[in-house]
């Protein structure tokens, strides 16, 4: 029977992390962290996360894995998270799932492609320089010609997608979709129970607008100014996310600070539209609506529930 393991998702700024630290103390639980920014080491203030502190108190774990250069993959998270629940459990504790990158999920639980597909720097960047003399569009017409299929599933300014399947192409010769065909599809490692957080919209753009300000008056800036100091290229791709990539762009003097601000807010919001389609698709969840349920009561339930699963080993 493939092992259950439970996972606490919403999008970003729902209130997560609140919630998921009294849960982790009531299950006698170690949280693992679903966060692709997370991973990478001196991304603190605007990866958001916790405190040092309160991860002596909690274990914490996936966070600070690699440095900001190394390419991450949800292939790499699958097998790092398999390798952490195993030790927690020999521990006899209980894994949490916690955050709300919703790939790293699909790639845990579902049937997800992992082949190892080539990978090369050089050639990314050359074809980042081109979208920037041709535009995005050039780059993705020239896509869609040699691969309509894989090109039609993403968003013609989607960049970083399309220079992957262009940069596939050209190191294999063939079109992403074979290579995915070929590649075949391999069961995930586990099923996840999950417990989904949501907020109505307008509760969550101000959320993500308060914690962005506060990010940026807490020493976002200084955070990337000291990335760059350290000699990170702006391309790789712990610098490619949002907030991050807008700070690039102020440091080299291409915008002001209020518009790095305004940037990131944006960008945040969007992101979150887009967990909130992907964690629409997931089951089996039950949600919370924050605004009409008490976060206190809420966790009430989600313990209850949790501790009668465990007992009955459905978890």
């Not at 692709?36 to 203030?45: A, G, I, K, N, T």
């Not at 907020?199 to 300000?213: C, D, K, S």
């Not at 809420?298 to 080993?313: F, I, K, P, S």
């Given at each position: 029977m493939t092992?259950f393991?439970?996972a606490?998702?919403?999008?970003?700024?729902?209130?997560?992390?609140a919630?998921?630290?009294?849960?982790?103390?009531?299950?006698?639980?170690?949280?693992?962290?679903?966060?692709?920014?997370?991973?990478?080491?001196?991304?603190?203030v605007?990866?958001?996360?916790?405190?040092?502190e309160?991860?002596?108190?909690?274990?914490h774990?996936?966070?600070d894995?690699?440095?900001p250069?190394?390419?991450?993959?949800?292939?790499?998270?699958?097998a790092?998270?398999t390798?952490?629940?195993?030790?927690?459990?020999?521990?006899?504790?209980?894994?949490?799932?916690?955050?709300?990158?919703?790939?790293?999920?699909?790639?845990?639980?579902?049937?997800?492609?992992?082949?190892?597909?080539?990978?090369?720097?050089?050639?990314?960047?050359h074809?980042?320089?081109?979208?920037?003399k041709?535009?995005?569009?050039a780059?993705?017409r020239?896509?869609?010609?040699?691969?309509p299929d894989?090109a039609?599933?993403?968003?013609?300014?989607?960049l970083?997608?399309?220079?992957?399947?262009?940069?596939?192409?050209?190191?294999?010769g063939?079109?992403?979709t074979?290579?995915?065909?070929?590649g075949?599809?391999?069961e995930?490692?586990?099923?996840?129970?999950?417990?989904?957080?949501?907020?109505?919209?307008?509760?969550?753009y101000?959320?993500?607008?308060r914690?962005?300000?506060?990010?940026?008056?807490?020493?976002?800036?200084?955070?990337?100014?000291?990335?760059?100091?350290?000699?990170?290229?702006?391309?790789?791709?712990?610098?490619?996310?949002?907030?991050?990539?807008e700070?690039?762009?102020?440091?080299?003097?291409?915008?002001?600070?209020?518009?790095a601000?305004?940037g990131?807010?944006?960008?945040?919001?969007?992101?979150?539209?887009?967990?909130?389609?992907?964690?629409r698709?997931?089951?089996?969840?039950?949600?919370?609506?924050?605004?009409?349920?008490e976060?206190?009561?809420?966790?009430?339930h989600m313990?209850?529930?949790?501790?009668q699963?465990?007992?009955?080993?459905?978890?």
């Amino acid at each position: 029977m493939t092992p259950f393991l439970l996972a606490l998702i919403g999008p970003t700024a729902v209130g997560k992390t609140a919630i998921s630290l009294p849960l982790a103390e009531a299950l006698g639980a170690e949280i693992i962290s679903v966060d692709s920014r997370q991973v990478y080491r001196y991304l603190d203030v605007g990866a958001d996360k916790i405190s040092p502190e309160v991860r002596r108190r909690i274990p914490h774990h996936l966070i600070d894995v690699v440095d900001p250069d190394e390419p991450f993959s949800a292939a790499d998270f699958v097998a790092r998270t398999t390798d952490a629940v195993e030790r927690i459990r020999r521990r006899g504790r209980t894994p949490l799932l916690v955050g709300g990158t919703p790939f790293y999920y699909a790639a845990l639980a579902e049937r997800t492609l992992t082949p190892d597909l080539p990978r090369d720097w050089n050639l990314r960047a050359h074809l980042e320089e081109e979208a920037q003399k041709e535009g995005r569009e050039a780059l993705y017409r020239r896509l869609a010609e040699r691969d309509p299929d894989y090109a039609g599933r993403i968003h013609p300014h989607d960049l970083r997608r399309v220079v992957r399947g262009l940069e596939i192409l050209e190191l294999s010769g063939k079109p992403p979709t074979q290579i995915y065909r070929e590649g075949g599809r391999k069961e995930g490692a586990f099923a996840l129970s999950y417990l989904g957080l949501t907020r109505p919209r307008e509760e969550l753009y101000q959320g993500i607008t308060r914690r962005a300000t506060a990010q940026f008056a807490a020493g976002f800036p200084e955070e990337v100014e000291m990335l760059l100091r350290r000699g990170y290229d702006p391309r790789c791709p712990a610098l490619q996310g949002f907030g991050y990539r807008e700070l690039v762009r102020y440091h080299r003097g291409e915008c002001t600070l209020e518009d790095a601000l305004a940037g990131d807010i944006a960008a945040t919001k969007a992101f979150s539209r887009r967990q909130m389609t992907w964690f629409r698709k997931f089951t089996p969840v039950l949600w919370y609506d924050l605004s009409v349920e008490e976060e206190e009561e809420a966790l009430r339930h989600m313990v209850d529930l949790c501790r009668q699963r465990m007992e009955d080993g459905t978890t």
